[in-house]
């Protein structure tokens, strides 16, 4: 079998089913839509940002929890088929896997309502148990699909461990954001937010990239010196800023595609990013390679569906946009 000597990257997040259906358009509130079609797919923020890491060639290793019913075993399976480890994983009895209800529209736009299920049950005990194997991983990536009290566990730990001479990072990605489940100030290392969650931490609206660069500037104190913070704008883009080597916002425009599903696409993004970074990338060299990831995964169905590998990357980037420095007008 041939050694992985990729980055390691654990996600500790959440492990869903995907429950999709295919409409016209979005229903309104109130309203009751045909569904085209209904399928079921693998995601889970946390999942999905785990398998993108495999297929990007990652030593990825997931923690976090299903339930003890169908689902469970099916979502394991498919992570393992693209290489996370899934050994920290623990099954919770009596309880059913995460799920998440998606409705998916004609342009690829989508709704989605989560149900925790067995994510609820991670705890910081997980986190505990996970630690001697977050000390040898170079990146740790959170979202906000697990409780409050786990998230706050990762940045602890991540401290305890960076003190000791461990050399992981924190990777925050806080999605669905609340206010609540937010790590301490100075504690991220990488912060990747899209423009909702962007608008909920600086209190800005966030609808191009000249909003994205101010917001990333307002959001510098919740990272460790030399921390990176990249506001993703969905069809417009990416924008990135370093509190320390880089003079200037980096602005990424999209790819043009054909969107059938945009579902999983800002964890392809953020995945891809992480594993370029962590493969001693550049933030242009990462966000072009994680532009183009993304732009893959939104022209097919489905989350973990939809990932591209590595190589698919690779070949895709001769025609990806460079990404250039924002300068401030006036
Ligand atoms: O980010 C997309 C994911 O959000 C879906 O796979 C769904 O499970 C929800 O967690």
Redesign the pocket.
Known sequence: MAVNNGPRVMVIG?I?I?LVAGVDRLPREGETVWALGFEQHL???GA?QAAVAGLMGAQAVMVGCVGDDVFGPRALQGLQQVGVDCSLVRTVAGTSTGA?L?TVGRRGENT?V?IPGANGAVTPADVERAAGAMAACDAVMVQF?VPEAVVLAVAQTIARLREAAARPLLVLNPSPFRASALPPAGTVDLLIVNELEAEEMTGHKVANPADAAEAARKLLPWLRPGGRVVVTLGEQGAVALSDGDMPAPLYIPARKVQAVDT??A??TFAGALVVQLCAGRSMAEALRFATTAAAITVTRPG?QSSFPRREEVEAALAGAPEPVPLLRKG
């Open positions: 959440s869903n995907d995601g889970g923020k999905n998440a998606i989605i989560v699909e579902t999983g800002g964890d989350a």
